[in-house]
């Protein structure tokens, strides 16, 4: 397991060179994250009930700690203004991701290859072990639904391959090779 989750957040990949993109594409994608539907539609949850519910609960907070009294030495008044710029600060990073998402579209998608919104089954050839996991942005990333970005360095490798493809990832100092079982879309 902690070879799973190494490969997706540090590593050196061997295999398919890639075309270095051009100055102005890097300046022009720098900020653009690529995402499913279903996770841009959580990011816009998460900003609705930030802005409408959370924003409301916290300024009845604070209404509360300021009729207590001498704000200096109020606890609660600076809890709950610490929550009130965690609360600000995420809506503004959900803003930003909305506002760069780019959402992959199944229109666009040869979907025997594998790219973000695959379901797709690894055969591990040293221990004969099988992994499945989900190809997402990586906005939406998340370890415990076993959600790997496209931009990690198993992610980074995936993208683009077929069933039967075998392959390298180096990470820590350990070469792990790999083959494709099976590839859907999520």
């Known amino acids: 397991m902690r070879l799973f989750q190494a490969l997706f957040t540090v590593g050196k990949i061997h295999g398919l060179k890639q075309r270095q993109p051009a100055a102005q594409e890097v300046l022009i994608m720098a900020d653009k994250k690529m995402m499913t539907l279903e996770g841009l539609k959580n990011l816009q949850d998460e900003l609705d009930n930030r802005k409408v519910v959370q924003r409301k609960e916290i300024a ?11 704000l200096s030495e109020n606890a609660e008044y600076d809890a709950a203004r610490e ?6 600060a995420r809506i503004e990073e959900l803003e930003n991701l909305i506002k760069n998402a780019v959402v992959i579209s199944e229109d666009d998608i040869d979907h025997t290859r594998i790219n ?5 089954k690894l055969l ?14 990586s906005a939406e ?4 639904e076993r959600k790997i970005s496209n931009e990690s360095p198993l992610g980074k490798e995936l993208v683009g391959r077929k069933v039967g493809d075998e392959f390298e990832v180096e990470c820590n100092g350990f070469v ?6 099976e590839v859907a879309r999520v």
């Open 60 to 70: 009845e907070k604070i209404k509360e700690a300021r009729e207590q009294g001498d």
């Open 83 to 88: 929550e009130q710029r965690d609360n600000e």
């Open 116 to 120: 973000i919104g695959s379901a797709v």
């Open 124 to 137: 591990d050839l040293e221990f004969n072990e099988e992994m499945e996991f989900s190809i997402v942005g």
């Open 141 to 144: 990333v998340n370890s415990l």
């Open 176 to 181: 792990s090779k790999y083959k494709v079982l």
